[in-house]
Structure formats: C-alpha cells, structure tokens
C-alpha cells in the first residue's frame, strides 16, 4: 500500500507540472512541433506572444500493426501529415514553423 501512496504522490505532482492551453489566435506566429517515434508520435501547436510560447494544442498516437513496418522515411512523412491534418483549422492560410525531432528507441 505504501508503493501505491508513493506513486499516486508523484503523478499528482507531475499533473502539477502540465502547462495550460491558451486560446489559438490567428495574427500569431505558429510553430508546429512533432515527434515521432517506433512507437508513435505527438504533435504540439503553440504560438508566440510577447516573446514566448504558449501551448495551444496537442495531439498524440501510436502505430498501428501495419505503420508499425513501414520504413523510418514513411513514418516521418505520414507523421506530418497527420500533425498538418490535426491542425488544419488553426494553421490554414498562415505562415507556421514546422520542428520536427526524431525520438530515440526506447528500451525497457
């Protein structure tokens, strides 16, 4: 029972960390963040005032059994087509950045 009192503990504390959403704005610079994985990917949308980012919108997926062979190349382009796709609504017609971060295999 201790382990378990520990562990809700610290998801409590790391809910604490998540940051909040702001309302999407179309005058603001976007920037579009995706990652992916071998095991799925997350998009991220925010945008910049003042001089700093705020997170509007997230997104997130794991393969399916047949993503799940395609190649590393087709991955990547599918995984922003998908980010562009979920997006749409708050990107369409406006100039945004696009980051994209391959994440390392993980290991268990």
Known sequence: MDTHNQLIKQIKNHAKE????????S???????????????????KQIINNQEQLVKYTSGSWN????????IKKEILV???CIQNF????????????????????F
């Open 65 to 72: 059994h047949a993503q799940l062979n395609y190649l590393t």
């Open 27 to 45: 005058s603001v610079f976007k920037i579009v963040e995706t990652y992916v994985s071998d095991i799925g990917y997350n998009d991220i949308l």
């Open 18 to 25: 998540i940051p909040c959403l702001h309302l999407a704005f």
């Open 80 to 82: 922003i087509m998908l």
């Open 88 to 107: 749409q609504s708050d990107i369409l017609n406006q100039n945004f950045l696009l980051e994209y971060i391959v994440l390392p295999p993980i290991l």
